[in-house]
C-alpha cells in the first residue's frame, strides 16, 4: 500500500512538539466568564488540547481514571504543569518533544493515600541502562529529557500527592478550579482543597469553539484527506456492493492518507453491520468522517449509480443548493437556529419540495465538539453564535423516503470576520458512475 503524506505533516508534528493545539487567548477569556481561576484536566482529549500529549491511557485504557494531568493557570496561561508516573514520563512524554515551558511533578504510584511529602526526582536512571555505544536514538533522547528532572523537588509518593503538589506550585490551592473528571476533585476534596472546585466539560468545549491558528491547520490537514478518501469511495461505488464492502474501503482510502476512519454513513446507514446492497438506478448519500492527531474531517457528497429518478436527483438538486445558499449567509453573530431557518427559506423559495435537515454542529476533536445545555442530566443542542475561528459544519441530507434513495452535501468552514471559507477544496455535490 501506497502512502499519501501531506506537505504541512512535518511542520504539523513539529508544532504539536512544541505546543499544545488550544487557543489560549480564548482559554482565558471563557476562564474569565466562568470565574475560573484555572483548569486541572485528565480526559486525554484535554490533557492533549492543553499540551499536545496523548496520554497512554487513552489509546490502552480507555473509561478507567487518568493518570496523567495537564494544568493551565489563567494568570500565566503560557506556563502549563504536567503531572504523571515517572516511567511515563520517560516512556511516552519525552518522545516527539523538547519543551521548557511545563512545570513536572511526577509520582511513583497511582493512588492518593494522603502523602503530601515532595522529595527530590532520582537520579539514577528510568529503564536498566545498557552499553551505551550500542542504545538508540530514542533512548538517548528519552533519558536526556528524564536527565532534566533528576534532583527536582517534585516527586511524590503517588499519583493524589503529585496533583496537590502541582496545584500549590502553581498557585491553584485556592480560589475556583475547574476539573473534567471526577477523581480529580475527589483528591482535592480529600486534601481539604479550600477552594472551589467546579466540573468544567461544558467550559472546555465552549473553549474548543474558537480554534487556534495550529488547530486550523489540523482540521485543513484532516479535512483534505478525509475529502479524498471519501472521493475515492463515492467513484468506486457499483451496483452490487455492500454497505460494508463499502465502508471498508473507505478505512483503507483514509489510512492510506494519513487519516483514521470514524464512520461513513452509505445510504443513511452507519451501522457496520449492514450487508445490504447498493442497486442500480439508486441515489445514495454518502457522509465520511476521519480524524489525523485527534482532529476531524467531515464530508459528504450524492451518488447516481446510473439514472437516478426524478425524485432523487431534485433532492440530490435541492441539498447542494440549499449548502451553497447557507454557506453564502454564513457569518459571526449567526445562530444554529437562524441557519437552518436559512436554508429551508432558500430551498422553498427556489421551488424545491425536497425536505431538507439543515443541522449546524462544530467539529474538531470530535465530529460534534461544541458545549451542551443540561435537562436532567442530559444534554440537548444549543443555539450557538457563531464567532470568528470556529469550524463548522452544516448537515443538508434530504430526509424523504420511497424517492429512490439519499441524498447529502457538506463541506467544513471556518468562520471569518465578515464570513466563512472553506478549508479544504469544494468539489461537485454529485458523483455520478
Known amino acids: 500500500m501506497q502512502t499519501v503524506t501531506h506537505p504541512d505533516d512535518e511542520g504539523l508534528l513539529n508544532a504539536l512538539g512544541r505546543t499544545g493545539p488550544i487557543n489560549l487567548a480564548r482559554a482565558v477569556a471563557v476562564m474569565e466568564r466562568h470565574g475560573l481561576d484555572g483548569l486541572v484536566l485528565g480526559d486525554p482529549v484535554n490533557v492533549f488540547h492543553a499540551l499536545g500529549h496523548w496520554p497512554q491511557i487513552g489509546r490502552t485504557r480507555a473509561g478507567q481514571p487518568p493518570g496523567t494531568f495537564a ?80 534532583g527536582a523537588m517534585t516527586a511524590l ?21 475547574g476539573y473534567d473528571h471526577p477523581v480529580i476533585a475527589q483528591v482535592a476534596g480529600r486534601h481539604e482543597h479550600p477552594g472551589a472546585m467546579v466540573q468544567a466539560d461544558n467550559v472546555l468545549r465552549e473553549i474548543r469553539l474558537v480554534k487556534s491558528p495550529l488547530e486550523h491547520a489540523l482540521m485543513a490537514r484532516a479535512a483534505i484527506a478525509n475529502v479524498d478518501a471519501l472521493n475515492a469511495v463515492g467513484h468506486a461505488v457499483r451496483a452490487g456492493a455492500t454497505h460494508a464492502e463499502l465502508q471498508a474501503l473507505f478505512r483503507v482510502e483514509t489510512a492510506v492518507r494519513g487519516n483514521t476512519a ?12 449492514s450487508r445490504l446492497q447498493v442497486a442500480d438506478g439508486q441515489t445514495i448519500m454518502l457522509d465520511g468522517v476521519s480524524q489525523h492527531l485527534g482532529y476531524h474531517g467531515d464530508f459528504a457528497r450524492t451518488v447516481f449509480i446510473g439514472e437516478p429518478t426524478r425524485a432523487a436527483a431534485k433532492a440530490a438538486e435541492a441539498a447542494a443548493f440549499g449548502w451553497q445558499a447557507v454557506r453564502e449567509q454564513l457569518r459571526p453573530g449567526l445562530r444554529y437556529s437562524q441557519i437552518a431557518a436559512l436554508g429551508e427559506a432558500a430551498i422553498r423559495a427556489a421551488g424545491y419540495e425536497a425536505v431538507i435537515g439543515f443541522g449546524p454542529h462544530s467539529v474538531g476533536l470530535a465530529h460534534t465538539d461544541e458545549p451542551g445545555e443540561v435537562h436532567g442530566g442530559f444534554w440537548r443542542k444549543p443555539d450557538i453564535v457563531l464567532e470568528p475561528g470556529m469550524i463548522i459544519s452544516v448537515d443538508c441530507p434530504t430526509l424523504d423516503t420511497g424517492i429512490g434513495g439519499s441524498a447529502h452535501c457538506e463541506d467544513l468552514v471556518r468562520i471569518t470576520d465578515t464570513g466563512c471559507e472553506p478549508i479544504h477544496p469544494l468539489h461537485e455535490p454529485v458523483i455520478i458512475v
Open 157 to 177: 509518593h503517588d499519583a493524589g500527592g503529585a496533583i496537590v503538589a502541582a496545584m500549590r506550585g502553581l498557585g491553584l490551592w485556592q480560589g475556583r478550579i
Open 262 to 273: 470514524v464512520f461513513l454513513n452509505v445510504d443513511r446507514v452507519s451501522s457496520e453491520l
Open 71 to 150: 494544568l493551565i493557570v489563567r494568570e500565566r496561561p503560557e506556563q502549563f504543569g504536567l503531572v504523571t508516573s515517572r516511567f511515563l514520563h520517560h516512556y511516552s512524554w519525552a518522545d516527539g518533544r523538547d519543551r521548557n515551558d511545563v512545570a513536572i511533578w511526577l509520582y511513583t504510584m497511582l493512588g492518593d493515600e494522603g502523602d503530601e511529602t515532595v522529595g527530590a526526582v532520582p537520579s539514577t536512571p528510568v529503564l536498566p541502562r545498557g552499553d551505551d555505544a550500542v542504545r538508540t536514538a530514542a533512548e538517548r533522547h528519552r533519558d536526556a529529557i528524564s536527565g532534566r528532572e533528576a
